[in-house]
């Protein structure tokens, strides 16, 4: 995806790739995993991806919603959202009520909680994170971005249009050993974690497309 393309949509690929990622979900989820709501970045690509691997979930009247916090890392123009009001027209049936009013800004000081460097990605990651913990719904699915979730928020690598399943370990204290990343030591604490179920930890993803190494939380980021 070259860097310059301003939100760019999924690619022929990536379509193919949902429709596959649709199959196995309806057939994985149902009656173990019934997620309660969907919560998607509002950049292009993600809701196609939302739209075309979970509109089963849709049917069932389970809510799709917007988040900015689960947006992309960098602020190269691939991974620069669009206008909410034009989104909202070609995708009608998620949310965007909700949606931080600064997107898709990610350069003013306005909007230094989607700054590109590793200090505000990891606070970005927590906050969404606290928040998720604190949602009322017992299972959701996350639509979201490679680079953030595995640099940012579970240390997981993640291959286009693959999943993986997490839950919460209990939040620790901000001034504990265990909040704090050893190589990373000026990282904002870590009260929420996540532990990856073995399913997917050990297969390569829930579609088997993703290696199984796991990051350090920060690494690869920018400071």
């Not at 953030?148 to 209990?170: E, H, M, P, T």
């Amino acid at each position: 995806m070259p860097p310059t393309l301003h939100d760019p949509s999924l690619s022929e690929l990536g379509f193919e790739q949902c429709k596959k990622l649709r199959e196995v979900l309806r057939t994985t989820l149902p009656g173990r995993l019934d997620p309660d709501l969907v919560l998607v970045s509002p950049m292009t690509r993600t809701l196609q991806t939302a739209m075309a691997s979970l509109d089963w979930l849709q049917a069932n009247g389970v809510p799709f919603e917007a988040h900015a916090g689960w947006q992309e890392t960098t602020d190269h123009p691939c991974d620069v959202g669009s206008e909410i009001d034009q989104v909202a027209q070609q995708f009608p049936q998620v949310d965007f009520s909700h949606v931080d009013p600064i997107f898709p800004e990610k350069t003013t000081p306005q909007a230094l909680l989607y700054a590109y460097n590793r200090q505000a990605l990891v606070t970005r990651a927590q906050t969404v994170l606290a928040e998720l913990y604190a949602r009322p719904e017992k299972v959701v699915a996350v639509v979201s971005h490679s680079a953030f979730l595995s640099k940012a928020v579970s240390g997981s690598l993640y291959a286009n249009a693959d999943f993986r399943i997490f839950s919460f370990k209990a939040p620790v204290a901000a001034d504990s050993k265990e909040a704090r990343s050893p190589e990373h030591p000026d990282l904002p604490p870590l009260v929420y974690q996540l532990h990856e179920w073995d399913e997917t930890r050990n297969g390569h993803g829930g579609m088997g497309w993703s290696e199984d190494r796991i990051r350090s939380i920060g690494d690869e980021l920018v400071d």
